[in-house]
């Protein structure tokens, strides 16, 4: 949690049926690294003597990094899972050291929050030296907790990750629950995960497209968005239940 000195209590919405936590995605929500991951997949499976789609790319967005090394073993990647995922993880890690494209809006609301005092944590299915990489990169106490993929047994679209990381929201805060943390996302597999843990869920389509779903929140970018619009959302979850 943040200290209070960091609070405004003019700003801080967590009293009551209110928004409490805000969990992030990060490539393709908070950083636009998937061009990093595509061109070390190509390099990778070139190396390798095989070959490498756009389509095979688009395929991986979101997915785990197990299940990502699977997929680049059967594209001909004589390499164990841990050898490919390594790899990959040097390659993006080393893009960002030279330039972290953030993707628009993000920083300015995770700033919002911040001053708000509503914590955030990141669920990315990348390890934690990429996840550290960026967490570096912005303010302290930007985010209160990692959960990576190296963290959990099933990686998205299974519930696992978010599930987990509501856990340890509700440690600190036992207030925190599915009906007032709202999940941040741009894939499928990651919307389908956080819907299954049964949050509040954005979608914020990026590299490619989301299908149309009636059970989640979709906007077209988080530019211009704040505290305000995610609290909406609570109040909104709010009234479904009470119809229910």
């Given at each position: 949690?943040?200290?209070?000195?960091?609070?405004?209590?003019?700003?801080?919405?967590?009293?009551?049926?209110?928004?409490?936590?805000?969990?992030?995605?990060?490539?393709?929500?908070?950083?636009?690294?998937?061009?990093?991951?595509?061109?070390?997949?190509?390099?990778?499976?070139?190396?390798h003597g095989g070959s490498w789609s756009e389509e095979q790319a688009e395929a991986l967005v979101g997915q785990s990094l197990t299940f990502s090394s699977r997929i680049l073993q059967s594209a001909g990647v004589d390499l164990s899972s841990r050898q490919i995922i390594d790899h990959l993880i040097g390659h993006v890690v080393r893009?960002?050291?030279?330039?972290?494209?953030?993707?628009?809006?993000?920083?300015?609301?995770?700033?919002e929050l911040?001053?708000?005092?509503?914590?955030?944590?990141?669920?990315t299915m990348s390890e934690k030296p990429l996840a550290e990489e960026i967490r570096r990169q912005l303010p302290d106490g930007t985010f209160d907790f990692l959960m990576t993929g190296d963290m959990v047994a099933q990686g998205k679209p299974d519930p696992e990750p978010y599930r987990r990381a509501l856990e340890l929201l509700q440690k600190s805060n036992p207030d925190a629950g599915v009906d007032n943390v709202v999940a941040l996302e741009d894939s499928?597999?990651?919307?389908?995960?956080?819907?299954?843990?049964?949050?509040?869920?954005?979608?914020?389509?990026?590299?490619?497209?989301?299908?149309e779903d009636n059970?989640?929140?979709?906007?077209?970018?988080?530019?211009?968005?704040?505290?305000?619009?995610?609290q909406s959302l609570v109040q909104r979850r709010s009234t479904i239940v009470q119809v229910q």
């Amino acid at each position: 949690m943040h200290s209070s000195s960091t609070a405004h209590p003019e700003t801080t919405v967590r009293d009551g049926p209110a928004l409490q936590a805000v969990l992030w995605d990060m490539d393709g929500t908070l950083v636009d690294t998937e061009p990093y991951w595509i061109q070390g997949e190509m390099e990778l499976v070139s190396q390798h003597g095989g070959s490498w789609s756009e389509e095979q790319a688009e395929a991986l967005v979101g997915q785990s990094l197990t299940f990502s090394s699977r997929i680049l073993q059967s594209a001909g990647v004589d390499l164990s899972s841990r050898q490919i995922i390594d790899h990959l993880i040097g390659h993006v890690v080393r893009s960002v050291r030279r330039e972290i494209p953030w993707r628009p809006g993000a920083r300015e609301l995770l700033a919002e929050l911040r001053a708000a005092d509503v914590p955030c944590a990141l669920v990315t299915m990348s390890e934690k030296p990429l996840a550290e990489e960026i967490r570096r990169q912005l303010p302290d106490g930007t985010f209160d907790f990692l959960m990576t993929g190296d963290m959990v047994a099933q990686g998205k679209p299974d519930p696992e990750p978010y599930r987990r990381a509501l856990e340890l929201l509700q440690k600190s805060n036992p207030d925190a629950g599915v009906d007032n943390v709202v999940a941040l996302e741009d894939s499928l597999p990651g919307v389908t995960s956080a819907q299954a843990a049964g949050l509040i869920t954005v979608g914020i389509p990026h590299f490619i497209p989301l299908p149309e779903d009636n059970g989640r929140i979709h906007w077209e970018t988080l530019q211009g968005r704040s505290v305000a619009d995610l609290q909406s959302l609570v109040q909104r979850r709010s009234t479904i239940v009470q119809v229910q």
